[in-house]
């Protein structure tokens, strides 16, 4: 009796979850054109790992237990600066801060599965496929191909982005150092940065980080940044705020 | 940085990574972040990354502010930003700004030995 009760649930769970050969390569389809992009932004962030002092075995561990081009590029100068751990990892906990709006819109569909299958779906889940998915599966709702589609976006992108940075890390210890390649990681994170500007007051808070980040440049422990960071996030809370009630006023 | 140091960095930026992607993968399905949060999140990762790459573009190699167009690394990267903002393409944005760098640098029409 109770195999008979548990077994129509454990059957529309595999339903679910099976893989679904079909799905899968509709989700590698819709992320094949990102695939290059990413390989070459993790070419980026491979060369400029090695030219900011990591060794091979560094760089290559980096990526693969980190997997967060954005992270990995922001932590580079301050481990060139001999910043403490405690401000290398704020910085990069706040850089990665807008997966946890991604995950939180991501991980309802997927809550049925084992924890260990969550843990590293969304470790292994990034901005591009995040959207891509979400443009497909707009609803919550269980649906058989749902995860078999999710597998074909993120699994070919990982591997686009591993391979895009050992190629980069190889290639970076190759190169002078005079020609400053990590200056790439640089115009890298202004891509990034420019699409996150969403709004009048995320441009006032980015101005006000960026000013602030220079003019506390000196300060202790790379300090400066974190400062900065936050006098530019309550910047743009006050501006929108500011804004928010006069519209208000008016209307 | 000493290299035990550096190990360290890479698992703290590991756990970094993974408290921010899975963490609401695995308890997400009982908590919901309350607006306010939300909002202040959404301006964190733009701030962050403006406070990182500013410097980058406006100091000069001992730490000094230069905001002249003869710092080429300032020059390279408004170059960049309007790329970027023309096209939306950012390997395209990467080889336009560093080949103005690189000009830049080798030319050294600025004579500031970079």
């Known amino acids: 009796m109770n195999g008979a009760r548990l077994d129509p649930g454990m059957e529309r769970g595999n339903d679910v979850d099976g893989h679904d050969p079909a799905a899968w390569r509709e989700g590698f389809q819709v992320g094949l054109p990102t695939l290059f992009g990413l390989g070459a932004w993790g070419m980026v962030v491979g060369v400029a790992m090695v030219k900011s002092g990591l060794t091979v075995l560094q760089a290559s561990a980096m990526t693969l237990v980190v997997y967060s081009g954005s992270a990995q590029l922001a932590s580079l100068p301050l481990i060139a600066a001999g910043a403490p751990v405690g401000v290398i990892f704020a910085t990069a906990f706040v850089v990665n801060l807008r997966f946890v709006i991604f995950s939180a819109l991501l991980a309802p569909h997927f809550s049925q599965l084992p924890l260990f299958q969550r843990f590293y779906l969304g470790h292994i889940s990034g901005d591009l496929t995040t959207a891509l998915f979400l443009q497909r599966y707009p609803r919550t709702a269980p649906e058989r191909g749902k995860l078999s589609f999710l597998k074909g976006l993120l699994y070919p992108s990982w591997v686009a982005w591993q391979v895009g940075t050992f190629v980069g890390i190889f290639l970076g210890s190759a190169v002078p150092t005079e020609w400053q390649l990590g200056f790439a990681g640089t115009l890298a994170i202004l891509c990034i940065l420019v699409p996150l500007i969403i709004n009048g007051a995320a441009l006032c808070g980015v101005l006000v980080a960026s000013i602030v980040s220079v003019l506390a440049h000196g300060l202790p422990y790379k300090l400066g940044l974190l400062v900065a960071v936050l006098v530019g996030m309550v910047t743009a809370i006050v501006v929108e705020e500011t804004r928010g009630r006069r519209k208000v006023g008016h209307g | ?114």
């Open chain 2, 1 to 114: 940085m000493a290299d035990w140091d550096i190990w360290t960095v890479i698992a703290v930026l590991g756990v970094a990574t993974a408290s921010t992607r899975s963490a609401l993968w695995m308890v997400g399905h009982r908590v919901t972040i309350p607006r306010r949060v939300q909002e202040m999140l959404r301006f964190a990762p733009a701030c962050a990354l403006a406070a990182i790459v500013a410097p980058d573009f406006m100091l000069g190699p001992q730490g000094d502010i230069q905001l002249a167009v003869t710092n080429p690394k300032l020059l390279a990267g408004i170059v960049a930003l309007a790329y970027y903002l023309w096209r939306r393409n950012m390997l395209q944005t990467i080889v336009v700004g560093m080949l103005v760098f690189t000009v830049l640098r080798v030319s050294d029409v600025f004579h500031n030995g970079l």
